[in-house]
């Protein structure tokens, strides 16, 4: 089947042969990485509430929103590919086992070691075992354990991996119509997604309806999510011979990468101060706040996002490029699941109590430790994991 869009020549400023692996996003996942590393050392040494400066810190958890927005745009891109340009639809089996693949392993390997080695835990039950190693510790009043208290943000990105396919289905509608029919299809799920997570944001915030765990779970974080795919289809659209004239403008915007960082520097000065509501995770936050915080995260986000992936090459995709980044973007899924085990344990080494200072030197132990640690294990577990699920599962497309 052919699409249906006209092809005459590509319109003035519209690259179409843009490239399909962005590299800056490995450099925005290490960002992503090291920004949650440093706000959990800094609640674990007392940082947070110190100082301004520990209010900033304690906002990098604004790291979950970049990975949620990351996940969106990367794994959406072949849906918006299959709606847009007439191109097959991603193979459900394929992207079952890479998801997998790339997620698992390692997962099940920090659970095991946490659960195993933390004397705090011990005696593990087997609902803490079963619960972690399922990934539904979110879904219960129990939560997660010591060690493992950020892998609540995983255990969403898996559920955001079972929807995705149906999300993708639907936005597909069979492929019915016109280009504009399927283009405005593409928005109607989006603008859907982005109505769902803000109900429940406000039923959650204003309401006593939902229980306290209903803050991780994917209703919630779905417009984070959207507004990735939403810049995938952005994306997707500007490889077209006439492109959309909203995906014209975006990316016009986005081009102006110095304005882009401007807005979201704004926006979390904004967000950094009262207005975005408490800064240790165990301070309470007034709904308007929550709410306040949750709708600039999501705006910072695709502010500091939409220049990679909409702008093509600026100075802020080649420093994202660099080695550095792209090294610790490519370990960052080990980063993010050893740093908490390693903070307790480096914390406990050097006899440093639970608040009680020390920020800047278990800072860089942790951060050493934690690179470390997630070189080896990339080069072991993860890298070993994803070429098994290329070779089972060759790309399609």
Not at 89 to 103: C, V
Not at 197 to 224: H, I, K, Q
Not at 271 to 299: D, I
Request: with cysteine; proline share 6%; aromatic share 12%.
């Amino acid at each position: 089947m052919t699409s249906t869009a006209s092809a005459p020549a590509p319109a003035a400023g519209i690259a179409t042969d843009r490239p399909t692996h962005l590299l800056a996003l490995d450099g925005y996942r290490a960002v992503a990485a090291i920004m949650v590393l440093l706000t959990h050392v800094a609640f674990s040494t007392g940082a947070l509430v110190a100082s301004t400066w520990g209010h900033i810190l304690g906002r990098l958890d604004f790291g979950v929103t970049l990975f949620f927005l990351l996940s969106g745009f990367l794994l959406y891109r072949p849906w918006a590919k299959a709606a847009l340009h007439d191109a097959p639809a991603p193979a459900l089996r394929t992207y079952a086992k890479r998801r997998a693949a790339r997620i698992l392993p390692l997962y099940w390997l920090v659970v095991v070691v946490v659960l195993l080695t933390l004397p705090e835990l011990r005696p593990v039950s087997p609902s803490t075992w079963w619960r972690h190693l399922f990934a539904v510790q979110i879904y219960g009043s129990d939560g997660t354990v010591e060690g493992l208290t950020q892998t609540w943000s995983l255990c969403t990105e898996i559920a955001f991996y079972a929807v995705l396919p149906v999300l993708g289905w639907l936005a597909l509608g069979g492929r019915r119509g016109d280009f504009e029919a399927r283009w405005r299809r593409q928005w109607s799920m989006l603008a859907t997604c982005v109505v769902i997570a803000l109900v429940f944001v406000g039923v959650r915030a204003f309401t006593g309806a939902l229980p306290n765990e209903s803050g991780y779970w994917l209703p919630f974080y779905l417009d984070w999510f959207a507004a990735g795919m939403g810049l995938a289809v952005l994306e997707s659209s500007l490889r077209l011979a006439e492109p959309p004239r909203v995906a014209v403008l975006a990316q016009r915007l986005a081009r102006d990468e110095w304005t882009a960082v401007a807005v979201a520097v704004a926006l979390f000065a904004v967000v950094a101060t009262p207005l975005g509501g408490g800064y240790a995770f165990n301070q309470g936050t007034g709904p308007w706040e929550m709410l306040a915080r949750h709708v600039l995260y999501c705006l910072i986000g695709v502010a500091i996002l939409a220049p990679c992936v909409l702008g093509g090459d600026s100075w802020l995709t080649r420093a994202l490029s660099r080695r550095g980044p792209h090294r610790i973007g490519l370990i960052s899924y080990g980063v993010f699941l050893w740093h908490v085990f390693l903070l307790r344990v480096i914390m406990t080494g050097l006899g440093i109590p639970l608040f009680s200072g020390g920020f800047w030197l278990v800072a860089v132990l942790v951060l050493g430790a934690t690179l470390a640690v997630s070189a080896v294990t990339y080069r072991l577990v993860e890298r070993p994991a994803q070429q098994w699920a290329q070779r089972a599962a060759p790309s399609t497309r």
